[in-house]
Every structure is written in structure tokens, then in C-alpha cells.
């Protein structure tokens, strides 16, 4: 790896909740960061046991996707689409004008002009997943609610797609909500549409199968 994050286990004590995040989101389609625990040794000193994950990176991109052109956005700390993300990976030029176009569909008021321009820049369906996934996994430190812990991927011929970061802390709250309305603006503008609201709820029974075996997790 050319790339990759340390995680001291400060907000997960049992080491295992981003080895939880990667299974469950890749079973599902949705690219996610491998991780594997790693003894951490720095300048002599002997930190201990820490959780390494994968680096968001063109090799990551390249292993994950048809083609690994495109621009990598890194979604900082409670910041959605309204402010100036950080373009990790990509040689188009640095407007975020892909941003851009999604953030305007997302907040087209007519309801059948923001449902042709949300699904001509976002895959809708692998965000539906994406959705439902971090959800089901009580990820309230995500995107969907909290605008927190993500990466977009907008391929140079493509769609975004959302891709889950910072997933150390899940399945924390056995009531969390799957249907309530969620803060991130791309989440809330896809739930606007009705037959989108449908496919969320097919979306959960779909990927429900990942979640029937707790001790396989």
C-alpha cells in the first residue's frame, strides 16, 4: 500500500467495528477499504495494537472500479456538498464542477427536473445501498447523519458514488432509525422522490440476508 490510516481504537475498543464495515459493504457491492490489525512500533517506542485500513488512492480506485479516472473528493469533517471538499486523486480540472452539477440537481424544486438530473450524475441505485447499509449498521457518524466519515468517487465518464469512511464506531444504538429522514443533502433530495423511497426500502430487504447471521460477523 502507498496509502493507508492508523486507527488507535480511542472510539472502538473492540478493534473490530471497521473490519465489520469493510465485510458487510463489500458483500454488498458497495468498495470499501480492507483493514487488518497491525503492532505499531514508532521511533522505538512501542505504541501497541491499532487497526489499519486501506488508503483512499488511485490504487485503491484502480482495484475497485473500471477505470480509476475520475476525481476522488474527501467528504472533512461535517461538510457536505455546499462547501469546498477535498480533491484527493484526479487530473480534470480542480472547479468541482461534477459537484457542482450534483449539488444543483439535488436542490432542483421541480420534482421531475431533480429526479432526471440527480440520476444523471449519481448512480442512485449503489447510493440507495450505500444508504441503507450505513444505516442498518447504526454508522451515525456517516454521511446520511451526520455529512461526516466519507470519500465520492465521480468517474470521468460516470456517475458518484459514495464510497464509507470512518466506520468505527457502529451498531452502538440497537434502535437506531433506518426510515427517518436523514441530514446529508444528496440523501435527503433522493428521498424526496417516491419511487426512490420505494427502491431505499427494497434496498434494506435486499442486503437484510448480510445481517441474519450476527455470529458470521
Given at each position: 500500500?502507498?496509502?493507508?490510516?492508523?486507527?488507535?481504537?480511542?472510539?472502538?475498543?473492540?478493534?473490530?467495528?471497521?473490519?465489520?464495515?469493510?465485510?458487510?459493504?463489500?458483500?454488498?457491492?458497495?468498495?470499501?477499504?480492507?483493514?487488518?490489525?497491525?503492532?505499531?512500533?514508532?521511533?522505538?517506542?512501542?505504541?501497541?495494537?491499532?487497526?489499519?485500513?486501506?488508503?483512499?488512492?488511485?490504487?485503491?480506485?484502480?482495484?475497485?472500479?473500471?477505470?480509476?479516472?475520475?476525481?476522488?473528493?474527501?467528504?472533512?469533517?461535517?461538510?457536505?456538498?455546499?462547501?469546498?471538499?477535498?480533491?484527493?486523486?484526479?487530473?480534470?480540472?480542480?472547479?468541482?464542477?461534477?459537484?457542482?452539477?450534483?449539488?444543483?440537481?439535488?436542490?432542483?424544486?421541480?420534482?421531475?427536473?431533480?429526479?432526471?438530473?440527480?440520476?444523471?450524475?449519481?448512480?442512485?441505485?449503489?447510493?440507495?445501498?450505500?444508504?441503507?447499509?450505513?444505516?442498518?449498521?447504526?454508522?451515525?457518524?456517516?454521511?446520511?447523519?451526520?455529512?461526516n466519515n466519507y470519500r465520492i468517487f465521480v468517474p470521468t465518464s460516470?456517475?458518484?458514488?459514495?464510497?464509507?469512511?470512518?466506520?468505527?464506531?457502529?451498531?452502538?444504538?440497537?434502535?437506531?432509525?433506518?426510515?427517518?429522514?436523514?441530514?446529508?443533502?444528496?440523501a435527503v433530495a433522493v428521498l424526496r422522490d417516491a419511487a426512490w423511497?420505494?427502491?431505499?426500502?427494497?434496498?434494506?430487504?435486499?442486503?437484510?440476508?448480510?445481517?441474519?447471521?450476527?455470529?458470521?460477523?
Amino acid at each position: 500500500l502507498a496509502k493507508f490510516h492508523l486507527n488507535n481504537g480511542a472510539q472502538d475498543p473492540t478493534y473490530l467495528n471497521e473490519f465489520v464495515a469493510a465485510e458487510v459493504f463489500q458483500a454488498a457491492g458497495i468498495p470499501a477499504p480492507r483493514a487488518m490489525h497491525a503492532r505499531v512500533h514508532l521511533n522505538g517506542r512501542d505504541l501497541g495494537a491499532y487497526v489499519l485500513k486501506e488508503g483512499y488512492d488511485k490504487r485503491f480506485l484502480r482495484d475497485r472500479f473500471p477505470s480509476p479516472d475520475g476525481n476522488l473528493y474527501d467528504g472533512g469533517f461535517c461538510t457536505d456538498l455546499d462547501t469546498d471538499l477535498e480533491k484527493d486523486e484526479g487530473k480534470d480540472p480542480d472547479d468541482r464542477a461534477d459537484l457542482a452539477a450534483l449539488l444543483a440537481a439535488c436542490r432542483e424544486p421541480e420534482p421531475a427536473k431533480a429526479r432526471a438530473a440527480i440520476a444523471a450524475h449519481l448512480d442512485v441505485e449503489a447510493f440507495l445501498r450505500f444508504m441503507a447499509l450505513e444505516r442498518m449498521l447504526g454508522h451515525w457518524d456517516g454521511y446520511c447523519m451526520n455529512r461526516n466519515n466519507y470519500r465520492i468517487f465521480v468517474p470521468t465518464s460516470g456517475r458518484a458514488v459514495f464510497l464509507p469512511h470512518g466506520a468505527d464506531q457502529l451498531l452502538g444504538d440497537a434502535k437506531a432509525p433506518i426510515l427517518d429522514e436523514p441530514i446529508g443533502i444528496v440523501a435527503v433530495a433522493v428521498l424526496r422522490d417516491a419511487a426512490w423511497q420505494a427502491e431505499y426500502r427494497r434496498q434494506i430487504q435486499a442486503v437484510l440476508p448480510l445481517f441474519t447471521k450476527p455470529e458470521r460477523l
